[in-house]
């Protein structure tokens, strides 16, 4: 099973649909709350380049937002990643 990382934000509608894809798929994610932690920020930050949320990561790979993550559900590619 592969590391699934996500950076979230409380109250963050985009943060819950990118968890309920992933719980729906019966993978486990690290949520790393981040929107109130300057240093838990800033290193979602260093490491995607983007200041929304969710950003998430498989195996150290940055996959980006919830609209990312849904773009590979939607084209197939979202299951290989996730070792489905």
């Known amino acids: 099973m592969p590391k ?5 934000k409380a109250m963050c ?3 819950v649909r990118a968890k309920a894809l992933l ?12 929107a109130m932690d300057r240093d838990k ?6 490491r995607s380049g983007r200041n929304t ?3 998430t990561f498989i195996d150290g790979k940055h996959i980006g937002g919830c ?7 939607k084209s ?9």
């Open 4 to 8: 699934i990382e996500m950076y979230t």
């Open 13 to 15: 509608p985009y943060c």
């Open 23 to 34: 719980k729906k798929k019966g993978v486990k994610v690290i949520d790393i709350p981040a």
């Open 41 to 46: 920020r800033k290193e979602m930050n260093e």
């Open 53 to 55: 949320f969710p950003q």
């Open 67 to 73: 609209d990312d993550l849904f773009d590979l559900e």
């Open 76 to 84: 197939g590619k979202l299951d290989a990643m996730l070792g489905l």
